[in-house]
């Protein structure tokens, strides 16, 4: 079947941008506690190791409103309805259960200036350590970076607990992983890769991404699954938007081993929707980059597809890395460009021993 090659003009789309933009009723201060229609999600991440034997801990919280009846969100579903039917969706696809859950988490209102107080707890502590992290960005997220002095076990968790007004009784939790200074870790692709989402067809990647459940490729939470029995710690990274997060936690719950999760920022308001637009592939060098320096002692394991650009992103890092790439491992995907010499140029200069490509079923 010929590939169907589906693209999207930034510049009406960014037009559209700046026209929600400018419907859009701001106010000069925005109260920096959680009210009782504004949710938390905690996204998941790693700690690791200082020389002294305290942690980095890493929190990554997204603050937002759930709200459909405003005009800034009927434009915004509006924008994603006419970019969808380019894509061969219809009408009838838009308005069933499992597309309406799947989409909303992009027209929700996210919210700027909100400063959380947190609760950390663990096994080893005797009381919660009481935190307050710094204030959420427009896209609603928030990065803090903590240093802690608990005596906790590696590879234990901490952890985390959205402290809320007296007579909320809502709970919004996530948890952090303490990842030691030496080990193993695997470094893993979502897309084509544990989940079957049809990457190189853009119309069945919508489908699979917004209208169909999720199918994981079974031969491969297996396989990750033994890594896990020999001890490997896993960072989960796609190219995919922070607003499928919610539905894909669940089932990465579900077939693989807990781990980090890195997605792209997408924002219709901000730079974030037009780079989105852009190549995947310096984005995955920058993540497994960043990755890699904050673990130099650990060991990695790389594991791809041969969809888009795995083979040649993997081969970057190895060979910038060295000694701390252990193996490369890349699924092949049917349709996808399998030529033994794509490979051999993509590993040139590796081992052949290091790097390997196999089929794995759904």
């Not at 305290?54 to 509006?78: C, M, N, T």
């Not at 893993?188 to 490729?217: A, G």
Request: net charge positive; charged share 25%; with cysteine.
């Amino acid at each position: 079947m010929p590939k169907i090659k589906w693209t999207l003009s930034p510049l009406p789309l960014a037009l559209v941008g700046l026209v929600l933009t400018s419907l859009l009723i701001w106010w000069p201060f925005t109260p920096a506690g959680l009210r009782a229609d504004e949710e938390v999600i905690f996204l998941p991440t790693h700690a690791h190791q200082k020389g002294d034997g305290s942690w980095y801990v890493p929190i990554h919280a997204w603050v937002f409103e759930r709200e459909d009846k405003d005009l800034s969100r009927r434009l915004g579903r509006w924008l994603i309805a006419e970019a969808l039917e380019r894509g061969g969706m219809s009408a009838r696809d838009m308005i069933s259960p499992l597309f309406v859950e799947r989409i909303k988490y992009f027209l929700v209102d996210n919210k700027r200036g909100k400063q959380l107080k947190l609760s950390i707890s663990s096994l080893a502590q005797s009381r919660p350590l009481l935190v307050t992290l710094d204030k959420s960005t427009p896209n609603g997220h928030v990065r803090t970076d903590l240093r802690y002095n608990g005596k906790d076990r590696e590879g234990s968790w901490l952890t985390l607990s959205v402290n809320l007004p007296k007579g909320d009784q809502r709970s919004f939790l996530g948890q952090i992983k303490l990842v030691p200074r030496q080990g193993l870790s695997v470094i893993c692709d979502i897309d084509d890769t544990i989940k079957l989402s049809n990457v190189l067809d853009k119309r069945e990647l919508l489908r699979n991404s917004l209208l169909r459940p999720f199918k994981p490729i079974r031969t491969m939470s297996a396989y990750l699954r033994e890594l896990e029995k020999e001890g490997a710690y896993f960072h989960y990274i796609s190219a995919s938007p922070w607003q499928l997060y919610p539905s894909l936690r669940q089932f990465m719950d579900n077939h693989v081993p807990r781990g980090a999760v890195g997605l792209r920022n997408f924002r219709l308001k901000d730079r974030s929707f037009l780079n989105f637009l852009k190549s995947s592939k310096s984005y995955k060098i920058e993540r497994i980059t960043a990755i890699l320096k904050r673990y130099p002692q650990h060991r990695f394991m790389l594991i791809g597809d041969s969809g888009e650009h795995d083979p040649e992103v993997y081969g970057e890092i190895a060979r910038s890395f060295g000694a701390q790439i252990k193996a490369i491992t890349i699924r092949r995907v049917e349709g996808a460009d399998n030529r033994q010499q794509r490979f051999e140029e993509a590993f040139t200069g590796l081992p052949e021993a290091l790097w390997t490509v196999r089929v794995f079923r759904p």
